[in-house]
């Protein structure tokens, strides 16, 4: 009977949806997670270290051009000649004098607070480096653990494998196309009888017109509208 090969499969794959939940809700699983989250975020670290980094050489590329300006500036005014010159002359000659050396002073400053903010970067840089092969380690170990989990199943999940693939053969190619759009969404396909009297689903919602004119011979399946679920008459 078709009706009995559909729920025969559903049963089936009960078991097998049991233990996927089973390995996915493991501990093993969980840690699995946790350190391919680590990772993500120490690796993330370290590319934004490093995109700092490049814009910390960069701004040190401009001070010291900027201060090889400066310094070209003041030993120029260095070689001016200011024996003949007059009060006034001399005056504007220090304040000039006195201004490039502020600049210059100043760009050292901020030089200086760009030096330490790279030690700074790279110090960071390190840390994250150290807490990357940390987590590599554990998720090496992680990784390890899910995987003996997972061959411990390895034969029941054969057998019940193979037992799908002998009831597949009696389950129609549309019901199964409605079977399996449900389980690759993460979600345990639902069999469930049609209510004859309010030509409803389970969930209660009456099915649309044209669903119910699918239904016509026991073993006829539709999905519901509302829940999904798989709806059959018997």
Do not use: W
């Not at 260095?78 to 600049?103: F, R, S, V, W």
């Not at 389950?171 to 979600?187: A, C, F, Q, S, T």
Request: net charge neutral; charged share 35%.
């Amino acid at each position: 009977m078709k009706l009995d090969s559909i729920l025969a499969y559903q049963d089936v794959d009960m078991r097998l949806y049991a233990l996927e939940k089973e390995v996915s809700g493991s501990d093993a699983s969980k840690l699995v997670a946790k350190y391919r989250e680590l990772m993500k975020e120490y690796s993330g670290g370290l590319i934004r270290s490093n995109a700092e980094m490049d814009e910390a050489v960069k701004l040190a590329k401009r001070q010291a051009d900027e201060l090889a300006a400066l310094e070209a500036k003041i030993d120029d005014m260095a070689h001016i000649n200011i024996e003949d010159a007059g009060i006034e002359e001399l005056e504007l000659y220090e304040k000039e004098a006195q201004k490039l050396a502020a600049e210059a002073d100043a760009f050292k400053r901020t030089m200086d607070e760009n030096e330490a903010q790279m030690k700074k970067i790279l110090q960071n840089f390190d840390e994250k480096v150290k807490q990357c092969a940390v987590c590599k380690k554990k998720l090496d170990e992680a990784n390890a653990a899910f995987k003996q989990l997972i061959d411990s199943k390895g034969e029941e999940v054969t057998a019940i494998k193979r037992r799908l693939a002998e009831i597949k053969k009696d389950v129609p190619e549309d019901v199964m196309e409605l079977y399996i759009k449900r389980r690759n969404g993460k979600k345990m396909p639902a069999f469930v009888p049609l209510n004859p009297e309010f030509k409803a689903c389970r969930c209660g919602v009456k099915l649309l017109d044209n669903a119910l004119k699918k239904l016509q011979n026991p073993g006829d399946v539709v999905e519901c509208q509302s829940c999904g679920r798989l709806v059959y008459i018997k």
